[in-house]
């Protein structure tokens, strides 16, 4: 009985030794991970509002790049081409800003819902609708 309970102490001290040894080494982990410091931008939110427009305009490029141009640029399926004035401001006059995001968004005619980018947030989408309105100006 004695041995018995030697052992099974044994195997607890064993397990608690080496779960703290695993729970010690992710907390080294993490604070390697951690962050240094931090950054602070001064000028208020004019400094923030033009980066925020400067990397809204460089997301929707990014996005039209990456998916939007093979049916944009060539017109496929009925596809609005990119820089086709005419086209695009009666789209904007018979509808709103708010469907044509809808549209982009959830899909319509042979568009697939998000122009098939499934990663794509609705703001990336709009992004790259918002891009192609102001190429098409």
Known sequence: MYKKLCFVLSILITLMSSSY???SREDAIAERLAPVGNVYL?????VDSKIEKK???DAGV?????MCF???DTGASGAPKLGDKAVW????KSQSI????KHAIEGYKAMPAKG???SCSDDEIKMAVDYMLEKSK
């Not at 001064?42 to 004019?46: D, K, L, R």
């Not at 708010?98 to 995001?101: A, G, K, L, S």
């Open 42 to 46: 001064t000028g208020g939110s004019s």
């Open 55 to 57: 990397l809204s305009k």
């Open 89 to 92: 401001e009666t789209r904007i």
């Open 116 to 118: 098939g980018c499934v």
């Open 21 to 23: 040894a695993y729970l």
């Open 62 to 66: 990014k996005r039209y790049k990456s």
């Open 70 to 72: 093979a049916c944009h």
């Open 98 to 101: 708010e469907t044509v995001y």
